[in-house]
C-alpha cells in the first residue's frame, strides 16, 4: 500500500512540475568546405563554433543541409530558427537578423606561382586583358565588377581551381582558405599562390524573424554564447583543429 502510494506521489510530482529541458533550434546549412559541409567531422568548425555557442547559452541544435536557394526560402518562410553561415542580409532585413562575427572570409586573387603578375590595381589587370575565374551567383568584393575585369563563370570553385592550374585563366577570385583547401585536395598546393586580399568579410548567422519563439533573445543568447566562447579560446581551438588559420 506505501509503494502504491508513493508511486502516486511521483506520478503527481512528474506531471504537475513544468519540464526544464532545453529549447531546441532547426539550423539550416548547406556545404562549403572547408567552413562546414555534412562530411565533415561536428559538420566543420563554423558548425561546431555555432553549437557550442548555442549550448554555451542553453539550447539544443538540429542541422539540417539543404541547396542555398532552398535554405532562403525555407528561411523567410520561417520553416527553421537559424541560418547558419551567412555574409550579408541585404534585402533580408525584415525577415533576417544577424549574428556577431564568428570569423572573417578574406577573398581575392590565386595565381600560379610561376606567373610574375603583380596586382597594382583593377585598372591594370584590365589593361593586361587578364581573365579572372568567378563563380555564378557569388557577390564579388566591390569594384570587381565596377571595373569591367574579363570574367568567366563556373559553377564551383574547384572547376576555377583546375582552370588556374592548367592555364586557362590568369587568376581565380576565390575564399583563400577556401582556395588552399582545394589546392591540396588536388595535389597541386605548390602550383600556386595568393596575390592579393580584395575585401574580408565577417562570418555570421542569421536568426529567422518569422519563425516561431523569441528571436531576438536567440540573437542575444547566442551572441553571448559566442563572446564567452571567445574569452575561453574555444574558437581558435576548433579553428585549429580544422587546419584553419586566421
Same mark, same amino acid.
Given at each position: ?171 581565380? &577570385?576565390? /575564399?583563400?582558405?577556401? +582556395?588552399?583547401?582545394?589546392? $591540396?585536395?588536388? %595535389? *597541386?598546393?605548390?602550383? #600556386? ?25 536567440? &540573437?542575444? /543568447?547566442?551572441?553571448? +554564447?559566442?563572446?564567452?566562447? $571567445?574569452?575561453? %579560446? *574555444?574558437?581558435?581551438? #576548433? ?8
Amino acid at each position: 500500500m506505501k509503494k502504491l502510494l508513493w508511486l502516486v506521489i511521483i506520478l503527481e510530482l512528474i506531471f504537475t512540475f513544468p519540464s526544464y529541458a532545453n529549447e531546441k533550434l532547426l539550423i539550416y546549412t548547406n556545404n562549403y568546405e572547408p567552413y562546414y559541409g555534412e562530411n565533415m567531422p561536428d559538420f566543420g568548425p563554423v558548425m561546431k563554433i555555432t553549437r557550442l555557442a548555442f549550448e554555451e547559452a542553453g539550447y539544443d541544435v538540429e542541422v539540417k543541409f539543404r541547396p542555398w536557394a532552398r535554405i532562403i526560402k525555407e528561411g523567410q518562410a520561417g520553416e527553421c530558427d537559424v541560418i547558419a553561415a551567412v555574409w550579408f542580409n541585404t534585402g533580408r532585413e525584415s525577415w533576417m537578423a544577424l549574428s556577431d562575427a564568428m570569423l572573417e572570409n578574406e577573398v581575392g586573387f590565386y595565381k600560379r606561382k610561376n606567373d610574375g603578375l603583380v596586382f597594382k590595381d583593377y585598372a591594370d589587370l584590365k589593361a593586361k586583358d587578364v581573365v579572372i575565374g568567378t563563380v555564378r551567383g557569388y557577390i564579388s568584393p566591390k569594384g570587381v565588377g565596377k571595373a569591367g575585369l574579363k570574367t568567366e563563370e563556373v559553377t564551383e570553385d574547384i572547376q576555377n581551381m583546375s582552370k588556374l592550374v592548367n592555364n586557362r585563366i590568369r587568376l581565380a &577570385l576565390v /575564399d583563400k582558405q577556401l +582556395g588552399a583547401y582545394l589546392m $591540396k585536395k588536388m %595535389g *597541386v598546393e605548390n602550383d #600556386v599562390k595568393w596575390l592579393v586580399t580584395l575585401q574580408k568579410i565577417p562570418l555570421r548567422n542569421g536568426i529567422m524573424k518569422n519563425a516561431k519563439g523569441d528571436w531576438k533573445k536567440r &540573437l542575444h /543568447d547566442f551572441n553571448k +554564447g559566442l563572446a564567452i566562447l $571567445k574569452s575561453k %579560446g *574555444v574558437i581558435a581551438q #576548433v579553428l585549429k583543429e580544422h587546419h584553419l588559420s586566421f
